[in-house]
């Protein structure tokens, strides 16, 4: 039997380091991250930023830094702000009137989304990519799919556009029109405003409420950012084929109360 030639051996050894270096599902819990990544405005100016924080509960906590045509921004992560959700990571700090926020789709591998900064009276925004580093390797991807228990809180983030040069926009923490739901193994819902029907499981972790004042309204059994089993109402899902919202104007988040 001839011995593997080189060009064969090499080939073996890239595909081991592609799936050594496959993705997996951030978990609220993983840990130190190391944040290396770039940004392109909409005028084609080019910048980067960097984070190094630890992962906890859902939460970023650490430090990071932020530059862009020739202006630059270094200092804590907003805890409130700085967060991983769905499968999304975001990003804030702020120092004096400087800010810099970014975020988007990730993985234990990396970032892809959008950024926004003021920064030495320079409003920018753009794309922006990243790679991560987990200092405890790709975590064990969180279970999904799973039915809440007990009684949820209903909110959705209402959005305030920011309309002078260098405001951002600002958002709302806003009790939904469901105001609470609970969803019972036998198949049956109620809500905070006294709202009762009936609900189905469907394909792809969905639920859809199948009669009562909701009906007709398509949920997405999730994780939130503690890890544990959510709802959530995302607001493409849930118009009428007039645009009228189902449930609320914007996406909507059922979870357990923290």
Known sequence: MKPASLPSLCAVAA???????????????????????????????????????????????????????????????????????????YFRMES???????????????????????????????????????????????????????????????????????????YSLRFSNLVSLTLDPSGTYTTGNGGRGRFTREAGGKIRLGSGPWQGALGTLENDRSGAPAVVFHIEENRRPDGVHLVDPYTTHCTSPR
């Open 96 to 170: 004096g009137r400087n800010r810099a926020e970014f975020g988007g789709k990730c993985d234990s591998t990396g970032m892809e989304g959008r950024f926004e900064s003021f920064t030495d009276g320079q409003l920018k925004n753009g794309t922006a990519k990243a790679n991560f580093t987990l200092a405890g390797g790709a975590p064990v991807a969180a279970a999904s799919g799973s039915l809440p228990g007990g009684k949820l809180t209903c909110a959705f983030n209402e959005p305030k556009i920011g309309v002078k040069w260098g405001e951002t926009n600002q």
């Open 15 to 89: 595909l081991l380091a592609a799936a050594m270096a496959q993705a997996a599902p951030l978990t609220p819990n993983s840990g130190a991250v190391t944040v290396d990544g770039k940004v392109t405005d909409r005028d084609n100016n080019a910048g980067a930023f960097s984070v190094q924080a630890i992962l906890k509960d859902g939460h970023f906590t650490g430090t990071a830094t932020f530059t862009i045509a020739g202006t630059s921004i270094a200092g804590p992560l907003l805890e409130q702000r700085s967060y991983l959700e769905n499968g999304r990571c």
